[in-house]
């Protein structure tokens, strides 16, 4: 297995600390909104990582937090409390937001095959392990107290900037124009592990500690998180590309100032998925949801087989134009596999040389698209249809797409309007082919495609079914 490793900015031979196992922590998502499927790139891809490691025989325990507290609108120390604006937004308490928020990301995941982690805890879950890292960091003479909030000082390491200075530049994403400087900061980049003296009177969840009543800083939550459940050392650390500085950075600095070691050995880096004006956003233009492309008659795996014949250390432009050609190309995949003959016996050694040349395709770096070309050959060769559906049934187990999922039965899944729709465009597409217009009876085929149904012209008349 090869990863590429952000902190030496090379594609590595990947060792974990303990043979055979891995542990792998993942950046939760803040739960004050739906995520966007910008936000389920990135875990549709780190999923991709987990179950190639699995595939591969390691026996990987992954960890994730839910972020409920302390993330604000910037991800340096200015702006609202996420949770806060999301509660205000819906008249709601920031825990009843948690709550709805959580779940409607679980079933987005659910929707587009990512396994829950082993391990989800919520920030509000482990205050107290929050407040005993801080403390021993003040003990070390690591952290300072400064306009009654608790200080990382960054000036007390070496190497602040672990993933290299131009990161500052390159990824002050989630900082805004309007952002002021905190005065009480001795350097530029402290950031805050606990706040007392909230700027937000009305900050609804709140603590004791021994520094007053208040609550954590966002990045204190994933280093104690993950000791809490992983230890002092890890394998591999996965988020989005904007999670890199600072907060990533931050991560490490408090962890190895906590630890006096080196703490965790990969880190697995996202790139976005852009909107064609930049950008992905929840608060601009058209907040792209899972439910969105669903209301649109997408199949939510369609999206998943979008992001997969990507690199996920590119940045991937999303637009209708380029998920209806995905959605058309997995459809017509899907397709084909279901038509693959059903009989004979399953040759083994056939299974096992593919399993191997996918490990080393996918385990490449998470080189997805790789492995989708490889189900494109398994159907090319002479091998069985018994034999490419095994092997093709076993790849899935990374991919995630369903592959081998035959939806006769699917009509039911597709709601009376889509299906008012469809048997429109079937009518459609009739009157096309007499008026042998078979251009226009091809675009209709093919737009019908890209939301997943099949049309199949039959001696009893033209049949369709959602694959
Ligand atoms: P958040 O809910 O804001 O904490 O973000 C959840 C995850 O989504 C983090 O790993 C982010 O780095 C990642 N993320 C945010 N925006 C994007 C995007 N446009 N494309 C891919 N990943 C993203
Ligand atoms: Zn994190």
Redesign the pocket.
Known sequence: MKIYNTLSRKVEEFVPNEDGKVSMYT????VYHY??I??L???IMEDVLEKVLRYAGYDVKRVMNI?DVG?LSSDADTGEDKMLKGAKREHKTVMEIAKFYTDAFFLDCAKLNIKTPDVVEPATNCIDSFIEMIQALLEKGYAYKSGENIYFDTSKLDNYYVFGKQSEEELMVGVRDDVTEDENKKNKNDFVLWFTKSKFEDQALKWDSPWGVGYPGWHIECSCISMKHLGEYMDIHC?????MFPHHTNEIAQSEAYLGHKWCNYWFH?????DQSG??SKSKGEFLTVSLLEEKGYNPLAYRFFCLQSHYRKPLVFSYEALNQAAGTFAKLKKRIADLPKDGEVEETAVQEYKQKFIDAVGNDVNTSMGITLVYDVLKTDLNGVTKRAVIESFDQVLGLDLLKEETAAQSDVDAELEAYILGKIEERKAAKKEKNFALADEIRNELLTKGIVLEDTREGVKWKKV
Do not use: E, Q, W
């Open positions: 950046c939760g998502p803040t995520a966007h910008g936000n790139r990135s875990y972020t993330h988020g989005g590309i904007d999670n996202v790139h976005h998925l852009n950008k992905m």
